[in-house]
C-alpha cells in the first residue's frame, strides 16, 4: 500500500470518526430523560419512551463502528490493516467504512 492511498484511508478513518462522534452526541442529547414536569400527554410520554430506546440502541451501534474505526486505525501502515481474518484477502475499503466492525472480507462475511 502506498503512502497516499494510506494518506487517504486515514483522512476517510478521520472524517467518519469525527462524523459518529457528532452523531452520537446529538442522540444522547435526544435520550436525555424528560422531567415529570413536561405537560404532555401520555401518548406522547409512550413516543418519547419509544424513542429514546431507539436512540440508544443506535447509539450502542455507533459505539462499535467507533471502535472498529479505531482498531483500523491502530492497524493502519501494518500488514494487518484491511486483511479477512478468516482468508487473509484484502477488504474492500468502502466496506471498512460502511462497517469498519467487520474484520470479514465480503465472501467470508457470507
Not at 436525555?32 to 404532555?40: F, H, K, T, W
Not at 450502542?60 to 463502528?65: G, H, P, S, V
Request: aromatic share 4%.
Amino acid at each position: 500500500m502506498n503512502n497516499d492511498f494510506e494518506a487517504e484511508i486515514k483522512s476517510k478513518i478521520l472524517d467518519k470518526i469525527e462524523e459518529i462522534k457528532k452523531e452520537i452526541e446529538i442522540l444522547k442529547e435526544h435520550s436525555q430523560p424528560q422531567g415529570l414536569d413536561n405537560a404532555i400527554g401520555r401518548v406522547s410520554r409512550m413516543d418519547y419512551i419509544n424513542n429514546r430506546s431507539i436512540n440508544e440502541a443506535q447509539i450502542r451501534k455507533n459505539l462499535a463502528k467507533l471502535k472498529g474505526l479505531n482498531n483500523w486505525l491502530g492497524k493502519l501502515g501494518t500488514n494487518e490493516f484491511g486483511k479477512c481474518i478468516r482468508c487473509g484477502q484484502q477488504i474492500n475499503i468502502n466496506r471498512l467504512l460502511f462497517m469498519p466492525e467487520s474484520n470479514h472480507c465480503i465472501h467470508c462475511a457470507k
